[in-house]
């Protein structure tokens, strides 16, 4: 269990690969206009997740000195205080976008019939 611990960093590349399937996922009910409530849920919760796992990884780089002298350590936790508020927004938005309703009526696809400019 150790190990696995001591490599979660690396498996972390495997949540980030996720984030543009969220997006698509997003892009797809707005363009269909169905499931668009739960797209936005599930896109804010994988946002969250992500920039928390963000800020997991940012805090193990700066515990372990992975920068050395690039960064010093009062612009470590000015960047770790941005950093923190990162997953608020997105959590904040999965909720209102379970919420809320929609607020305007769905696109109405036209078809043109064949032979008409």
């Not at 920068?67 to 612009?75: E, P, V, Y």
């Not at 696109?107 to 019939?113: H, K, L, T, Y």
């Amino acid at each position: 269990m150790r190990g696995l611990l001591e490599l979660w960093p690396s498996y972390l590349a495997y949540a980030f690969t996720f984030l543009p399937f969220a997006t698509s996922v997003l892009a797809s009910a707005f363009h269909n206009g169905a499931g668009e409530r739960a797209a936005v849920v599930f896109y804010g919760a994988t946002f969250a997740i992500g920039s928390g796992l963000f800020n997991l990884t940012w805090h193990d780089a700066c515990k372990a000195r992975l920068f050395g002298s690039a960064i010093d350590n009062a612009t470590g936790r000015a960047f770790t205080r941005r950093f923190i508020l990162g997953p608020a927004p997105y959590a904040i938005g999965a909720a209102v976008g379970a919420i809320v309703r929609r607020t305007h009526p769905p696109r109405v696809r036209r078809e043109v019939p064949r032979g008409v400019p």
